[in-house]
């Protein structure tokens, strides 16, 4: 053979070892984009088989017809072999579809519950809602407070127990070693004195928001856990007026008629001060008559402690620039989980903060 015809790409070698080369690729081929490639490769206008095919003309006459048959049969088999993988291929994917994307219609449907309100939420705008009634603005401060405002402002000293580290989660400058440690705020009395420093007298603002001490979580301590202040500082205010403010919102809360009691109590930031308890909503102070039925409620006290209160200290109001000559205040805060359980009976705390929606859903929530 001349060196010529070794080179013709009709030669039967050439054809056979293009063929078994396109047939091995187009087994290997294990995805359509592989098996697109080897088409690419020995089926394109560049593939040994189409140059082949190409150069049948250029062949000696006698020599034409036998090539032609040689080269069209190898495509022939190149292309069914190139059919029979692209259907195996493609049965392939369709198969993983159907695997991969199989609904059974037999599960429960995804319905996506709609958000609802938490029951301290809606207390905190229910006693909000009360006093704004009455004339007062809801006023809003910081979770994370200076201490100055927290503490100081509200004639706290430094050496005060309610600032110890068990109480108070200090973000920043512990307990006076800074000028202003920063501090999660024990309670919402700060916004007392932000009220006071920055809106016009007279001022009626009550103050729902969330607390934070450093306490352990159990039946009955949180520590997370909301308030509801109120602040009035007008001229002439006495503790009289103070009284009919929380009558009217024990009654706003726990019904018609029930009636308040004072005692005294201390508080740094009023003077006097006191602690607020109201008569039995359950047994109307029936349980601590003797012979009374035991009331599990007040735990037949006949009386629920449930705000502390007290005329606005003059040397907080001197703080807050206000002249106590001139006006008087009065404050009171409670806890709003607390009100929450007294009013409906709830006997631990974590129930009010797990967000389980049994709980929620007992309050008339619809979830
Ligand atoms: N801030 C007090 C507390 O957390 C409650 C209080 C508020 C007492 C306003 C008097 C007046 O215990």
Partial sequence: MSAQAE?????????????ADALADIAAAGTLGELKAAR????GDRAPLALASAHIGALPGAERAEAGRRVGAARARLREALRARQAELEAERDR???????ADVTLPGG???????????????RLSDVFVAMGYEVAEGPEVEAEWYNFDALNIPPDHPAREMQDTLFIAGKNGTSAS???????????????????PLPLYVVSPGKCFRNEALDATHSPVFHQIEGLAVDEGLTMAD????IQAFVEAMFGEGLRTRF?????????PSGDVAMECH??????AEPGGDPCRVCKSQGWIEIAGCGMVNPRVLVACGIDPDRYTGFAFGLGIERGLMIAHGVTDIRDTMEGDVRFSRAFGTEI
């Fill in 263 to 271: 005692r005294p109590d201390y508080f740094p930031f009023t003077e």
């Fill in 40 to 43: 690419v490769a020995h089926d």
């Fill in 96 to 102: 993983q579809v159907l695997l991969t994307e199989t």
């Fill in 181 to 199: 440690g920063i501090v999660l705020r024990t309670h919402t009395s700060p916004v007392q004195i932000r009220s006071m420093l920055t809106r």
């Fill in 111 to 125: 319905r996506v519950l709609p958000g609802a309100r938490h029951p301290v939420t809606m207390l905190a705008d």
């Fill in 7 to 19: 080179q013709d790409p009709t030669a039967p070698d050439e054809v056979a070892r293009a063929l």
């Fill in 282 to 287: 359950v047994c109307r102070g029936a349980s």
């Fill in 242 to 245: 103070l009284r009919g403010a």
